[in-house]
Every structure is written in C-alpha cells, then in structure tokens.
Antibody, heavy 120, light 109 residues
Framework: EEQLVQSAAELKKPGESLRISCQGS????????ITWVRQMPGKGLEWVGR????????NYNPSFQGHVSISVDKSISTAYLQWSSLKASDTAMYYC?????????????WGQGTLVTVSS | EIVMTQSPVTLSVSPGERVTLSCRAS??????LAWYQQKPGQAPRLLIF???TRATGIPPRFSGSGSGTEFTLTISSLQSEDFAVYFC???????????FGQGTKLEIK
C-alpha cells in the first residue's frame, strides 16, 4: 500500500524552531514530488510548497517563502517541513501529499496530518 | 494568483438526492482541476482530476465536468458517507502556485 506517515503533533512556543516529517512507503520515493498543505483551524486548504525528492528541487507559495523550508532525506524516504522561528499564526494542521504521478498537479495519497500548535 | 470560488458554502440535502457543487476560477485553468473530499478529523481524499477523471476506487456516483473557468462536481445519489466538505483545486500554473477553493460543506437536511 502506498502511504505517507507523518510525525506526531507538536506544541511549541513562539520563536522556537520545528521540523515535522513525512515518510513514504509502498512506492519509489524519488519518483514522485511531495507537497505540503496548511489547514488553519476551521479553514480551507493552502498550498505551502513542494519538493522533488530525486534532486531536492523546491517550489514555494510566495506567501510562505522565507518562513518555511522543505527538504528531503532520500535514504529514509522522508520529507520535512521546517520553521526556524515559529509564530502563533503558524498554528495549523499540516498535511503532506504525494503528487499523483511524476509531474502531475493533483495529490494522492495524503498523510494523516501533523497538528502544530504555537502558544506561549 | 488564480482564485478559486466555490458555491454554495453550505448545502443541506437529504440522502438519495442529487447534488451539484460549483467551482469557478478567476482565469482559465483549462481542465487542470481536481476535487477532494474531507471528512472531520481526516485528511482530504482525491475524488476527481483532469476535471472529470475519477480517481482509483471512487464510486461512479461522483462525476466532474467543466473546463476553462466553470466546473461542477455532481453526486448522483447522496449516501450517508458523502456528507463532508468538498474542495476544488487548480494546478494550471507554472511555476506551480496551486490554489484551492474555500470548500462546500454538505450537511444532512
């Protein structure tokens, strides 16, 4: 079964750093881009950015660029979303998702989500 | 940025009814449109891509249509498990700037 498994929920303080993870299994990890999507409490879906695991090439939503960083460790089939200085407004559920095929723009499957709570 | 607008925001329907959800793009996205279903506490699930192609395992009661700026998702006969929030998503940009609609919530009448 092709699946993405995300890391557990996090509770952090403003200004702290954080890295959450997304591990793929059941398929060749380097053949498919991974995308990250934010869902703030009770809100819709926002595309954060994506990475090509084969060469770590990234594209970011300009609204998130400079505030988050996406990376990958091919050796363990894992993608990461990272913040160096969290804000309260980063509180949200974050999903990773695989692009359906090598260069498609739609996403399947999705990870189960990682809830990030930033509060003093 | 391409803005996706869904209507209605909320729809109250009875099981067995036929429903049509709308999604409008602020500029043409050709057929680069996907639909997702999200149930409470769950991740989104892909239903439709290329505006009208059902994803693997999606029942035939779900169908998508449209191109350019106007799209619809139709559920031919609502089942209890279909009450959820539905999002459309465009993937027409290069470099990518994927955007989602704000969602339509299907409620039980």
């Amino acid at each position: 079964e092709e699946q993405l498994v995300q890391s557990a929920a996090e509770l952090k303080k403003p200004g702290e750093s954080l890295r959450i993870s997304c591990q793929g299994s059941g398929y060749t990890f380097t053949n498919f881009w991974i995308t990250w999507v934010r869902q703030m409490p009770g809100k819709g879906l926002e595309w954060v950015g994506r990475i090509d695991p084969s060469d770590s090439y990234t594209n970011y939503n300009p609204s998130f660029q400079g505030h988050v960083s996406i990376s990958v460790d091919k050796s363990i089939s894992t993608a990461y979303l990272q913040w160096s200085s969290l804000k309260a407004s980063d509180t949200a559920m974050y999903y990773c998702a695989r692009h359906y095929s090598a260069s498609s723009g739609w996403f399947d499957p999705w990870g189960q989500g990682t809830l990030v709570t930033v509060s003093s | 940025e391409i803005v996706m607008t869904q209507s209605p925001v909320t729809l109250s329907v009875s099981p067995g009814e036929r429903v049509t959800l709308s999604c409008r793009a602020s500029q043409s996205v050709s057929s680069s449109l996907a639909w997702y279903q999200q149930k409470p506490g769950q991740a989104p699930r892909l239903l439709i891509f290329h505006a009208s192609t059902r994803a693997t395992g999606i029942p035939p009661r779900f169908s998508g249509s449209g191109s350019g700026t106007e799209f619809t998702l139709t559920i031919s006969s609502l089942q209890s498990e279909d009450f959820a929030v539905y999002f459309c998503q465009q993937y027409a940009n290069w470099p990518p700037r994927y955007t989602f609609g704000q969602g339509t919530k299907l409620e039980i009448k």
